[in-house]
């Protein structure tokens, strides 16, 4: 549960012991490590070879098996969880069979919902996820998209009242492009109706709420709407929704949040918070596959409908998002499903509704306090190994915020100037995936329903090897320019 910024979490003490083993001891009293087998884990082979052979699913067929890859990377892409494969081929052989049919009829031998239902069935499932309503999910378009379809709803500005929207400055690009294109379509100028909270020094990326808050008070008679980051991307830092959004709330102002790196990483109770929106894209910590479809939030106090002119909140309708009664009668008059569906705008794809699914499942399996829990301790270990394990002076700073409260399963590390290319380097040919971010930092995500505390320990001891053949390569540059 996200928490005020008076109270700041102590770190967990992990104890004096840095060895492989103690890491294989925590591994064997993790009750959710049975879940990294519900996912293909690439192997190092496969990470490194420029062809499809594929080593992953099956390594039973060679002795020893493959060696599967150290993967940190959720925060970018989550793995492929094993019954993805097996349920699209259902689908496939749904549409290959019934054809048409397959919109209606349910099939007594296949796990999946009917195509007209299978929107419905998967929000019920991410509702859980979010913390919502089921009839506050809709689980379609993508992340971008998504936004400005609800900001379409949601931002009314009124240039003799409230017309500011308030964001965050290093906000993901997308999200800048969305806003400032919003403005610009009300015929608006950013540069007076666009305001960006900043980090207060240059060497600390990290945004206080009371920073975000003061901002708000600043601001709140001129402002029509607030968007942010659940997780901060860069930084990892996970921002006090509930806080932000009853101060907000206090001044009548609207409350969107973008929860890419939050939705699946860290609990969340987007009703009970009573937040306006929300967005998320489903191929980071919820496994969806590359570009899979994204999820809304809206709250149903936003959602109601009724009946006469004027009954709901305007928006850009569209045939999915209409009354399912009327839907097939083709008439030309919108009358919107009641909550977040009522903001649909086609039928979605069931491939990646599919997808999105099968991971649902796994989800299921596991009470988001769990994952939670686990998550904590795998990220605190972490931070723990890369503190003492490595020598000093560290050639890093971690900018992530320490307190598990303040964040997520990421840890965004900064490298002094001039290692990152090589560290990258030597971590991709030792069979370890994390991102990178331009110009120094490197965000490490173990991720709790497949990542281990082995992962964790293999991954510092290559780091600490990258970090110290980084360095050497740089001193040979400098002494090859004397």
Known sequence: MLT???RHDKP???????????????????????????FVIPTKVDLKSKTLVNTSQDQTSTFPPPEPCIYL???????QPRITSHLIQQHLTTW???????????????????????????????????????????????????LHLLMASFYRPDRGGRWKVIMEGKAFPSDHFAVDSQIRSHNLDPSDSLILIDPLSPTNPLLTTSQILKTITLHAPTTSLILLPGIQYYTGQLFDIPTITAHAHSYGIIVGWDLAHAAGNVELSLHDWD????VWCNYKYLNAGPGAIGGLFVHERHGSVVEGEGGYRPRLGGWWGGDKKVRF?????????????????????IIDLTSVLSSLTIFTRATPQ??????????????HLLLTRMPSPHPFKIITPSSPSERGAQLSIRLSPGLLGRVMQELEEAGVAVDERQPDVVRVAPAP??????????????????????????????????
């Not at 990377?73 to 793995?79: A, E, K, R, T, V």
């Open 12 to 38: 967990i003490q992990f104890g004096d012991d840095l060895s492989k083993e103690y890491a294989l001891k925590l591994d064997r009293e993790d009750p959710l490590s049975h879940f990294r087998e519900d």
């Open 275 to 278: 937040v306006d929106f929300a």
């Open 370 to 383: 769990a994952l939670r829990k686990k998550s904590i301790l795998l990220t605190s270990y972490l931070e």
């Open 73 to 79: 990377c959720g925060n970018s892409l989550g793995l």
């Open 96 to 146: 290959a069979t019934k054809g048409v049919h397959g919109h209606f009829r349910p099939l007594s031998d296949s796990p999946l919902p009917t195509w007209v239902q299978a929107d419905e069935v998967v929000a019920k499932q991410m509702s859980r996820i979010v913390g919502a309503l089921p009839a506050e999910v809709a689980v379609m378009g993508t992340l971008t998209g998504n």
């Open 449 to 482: 329903l497949y990542n281990s505390f082995e992962d964790v320990w293999e991954f510092v001891r290559v780091f600490a090897r990258a970090l110290e053949e980084a360095k050497r390569a740089k001193v040979g540059v400098r002494e090859s320019k004397i």
């Open 4 to 6: 005020s910024e008076a």
């Open 329 to 349: 009668k083709m008439e030309n008059e919108f009358h919107p499903i009641p909550g977040a569906a009522g903001y649909q705008i086609s039928n979605p794809s």
